[in-house]
């Protein structure tokens, strides 16, 4: 008979970004990456996005991040932090982790592979935000390259990893597409295009899974845009919202604007179902630019929510 082991679990979504956050002492060393998948696949907890978290003080924490669509670690996930801010304040996760709650409320630094990401967690009108300081992150951006990109007369931008694509161009260039629901054979058809002619001219020896897409067409004039990511289109891992992907468009939006110095606020509408573009949370993301480069910005969300919390019974091979 196998042995099972005990695994404790934390799920949580922002704006429908699933994310599973785990106890590094409770993985098996050696296996935790297939244990993270295993998890995230059906018929287990399932989800976009598993976080395996180390204590380093009652300030640090330490996540390894594993992603369903690529299959490996990636190096940081906006999603997460939104919801590791909550998790710590409404969870039992605090305690799993054994950390002071009082330390929690000054603030701490999540290392992740991008580098320091600080997290300010914060109560407002009977709300928990977490805000979230994406500086490394974007500076992994610049280093890795910011320009935009013809894919076969499709304007883009090319944002680190990221293919920051406007909806306006592909329904342009894709008459049969449509944005409001990316579900049909004609959209699906569009965005696969889209992102193939990215991957043959613009990326490197490795498929790329990280697309935003965002338009200008909000209900509401204060709101910048909508947005969504459709990361893998065909087997239905499409993201309403996305930190990342959205920090992603917020460099593209300063590098279109032209913008050299000062701050940079945006709203997206997001959050919505996964199959259409934008939806009824919102995603703030805020920047501060000198010399035509942003040298500083975070984000917030609007719709984050935990789901669930228990133990996972593992099967140990």
Request: proline content about 3%.
């Amino acid at each position: 008979m196998k042995k099972q082991r005990i695994v404790r679990f934390v799920k949580g979504h922002m704006g429908g970004n699933e994310i599973v956050l785990l106890l590094d002492k409770e993985m098996d060393e050696k296996k935790a990456l297939k244990e993270a998948l295993c998890i995230l696949n059906p018929p287990l907890i399932r989800g976009h996005q598993a976080g395996i978290l180390y204590k380093r003080t009652d300030r640090e924490l330490e996540v390894k991040i594993v992603d369903i669509t690529a299959r490996g670690y990636i190096p940081m996930c906006g999603g997460l932090t939104q919801v590791l801010g909550k998790s710590l304040l409404e969870s039992d996760l605090a305690e799993w982790l054994e950390l002071d709650l009082k330390q929690i409320a000054g603030g701490i630094i999540l290392q992740t592979e991008a580098g320091p990401i600080p997290l300010k967690i914060v109560q407002e009108k009977g709300s928990i935000i977490t805000y979230t300081d994406m500086s490394s992150y974007i500076n992994e951006c610049y280093k890795k390259g910011v320009e935009k990109v013809e894919l076969n007369g499709l304007v883009a931008w090319k944002i680190g990893n990221f293919l920051v694509v406007r909806g306006e161009e592909i329904e342009r260039n894709y008459p049969d597409a449509n944005l409001e629901k990316l579900n049909t054979e004609g959209t699906i058809k569009a965005i696969k295009d889209v992102q193939n002619n990215f991957e043959r001219t613009a990326c490197s020896d490795k498929k790329n899974i990280d697309y935003a897409v965002f338009d200008q067409r909000s209900k509401r004039r204060d709101h910048y845009g909508r947005i969504v990511f459709p990361h893998d289109v065909l087997n239905g891992h499409i993201e309403p919202a996305c930190g990342t992907g959205t920090t992603a468009v917020g460099i593209a939006v300063a590098e279109e604007k032209g913008i050299k110095e000062g701050i940079l606020k945006l709203e997206f509408e997001s959050g919505g179902l996964a199959d259409s573009i934008g939806g009824p949370d919102l995603t703030t993301l805020e920047m501060k630019l000198e010399n035509s480069k942003i040298i500083k910005g975070s984000f917030s969300h609007k719709g984050v929510k935990l789901l669930a919390s228990g133990k996972i019974f593992l099967n140990d091979q």
